[in-house]
Antibody, heavy 118, light 111 residues
């Protein structure tokens, strides 16, 4: 059974930093691309970042480019999202998602809430 | 990059059928999309992918009542015999080489 378990969310002040983790199990993590998707309170889904299986290719939404960094540790089956210079508009539930071989998101984690507030 | 357009809301009576639409932007009418369901307070769940040909492939968790189809730039999700648990937000997703895009979502209310 595929499982994705995010952690690391919490409350942080504007300008602060936070690192999210996504622990994966039930599939071959090292051969799967992954992504981060967020959802602001009462809003829709917004893609944040994608990373290919090797970690050698990483893409970001314009809204987070230069502030967020995705990475992965294939030996630990874990995906990371380092978030710097956080803003109030980054407040959201952050989901990690597995990307299928056909490039769509086929499994989602349960999400972790990040709140940016003074 | 592609843009996906969805109606913000839809409604359906219990045990009726409803068809939700996701429209691809100009120049992207051949793109494959995926449908996801998000029940209240829960994480999204993958339902199916729909190709421009109308072919669709469901995920293991999608009920038999769910089906997909396509016409031009429109991709559809049809729910037959609507049940109360189908009340949810439905999102379509597509992608290109460097980006991933979601539609704004359709909130389905079951009457």
């Amino acid at each position: 059974e595929v499982q994705l378990l995010e952690s690391g969310g919490g409350m942080v002040q504007p300008g602060g930093s936070l690192t999210l983790s996504c622990a994966a199990s039930g599939f071959t993590f090292s051969t799967s691309a992954m992504s981060w998707v967020r959802q602001a309170p009462g809003k829709g889904l917004e893609w944040v970042s994608s990373i290919c299986d090797s970690g050698g290719c990483i893409y970001y939404a314009d809204s987070v480019k230069g502030r967020f960094t995705s990475s992965r540790d294939n030996s630990q089956n874990t995906l990371y999202l380092q978030m710097n210079s956080l803003r109030a508009e980054d407040t959201a539930v952050y989901y990690c998602a597995k990307i299928s071989r056909d490039s769509f998101s086929d499994y989602w984690g349960q999400g972790t809430l990040v709140t940016v507030s003074s | 990059q592609p843009v996906l357009t969805q109606s913000s809301s839809a409604s359906a009576s219990l045990r009726s059928s409803v068809k939700l639409t996701c429209t691809l932007s100009n120049g992207h009418s051949s793109y494959i999309i995926a449908w996801h369901q998000q029940q209240p307070g829960k994480a999204p769940r993958y339902l199916m992918k729909v190709e421009g040909s109308g072919r669709y492939n469901k995920g293991s968790g999608a009920p038999d009542r769910f089906s997909g189809s396509s016409s031009g730039a429109d991709r559809y999700l049809t729910i037959s015999n609507v049940q109360s648990e189908d009340e949810a937000d439905y999102y379509c997703e597509t992608w290109d080489s460097n980006n991933r895009v979601f539609g704004g979502g359709t909130k389905l209310t079951v009457l």
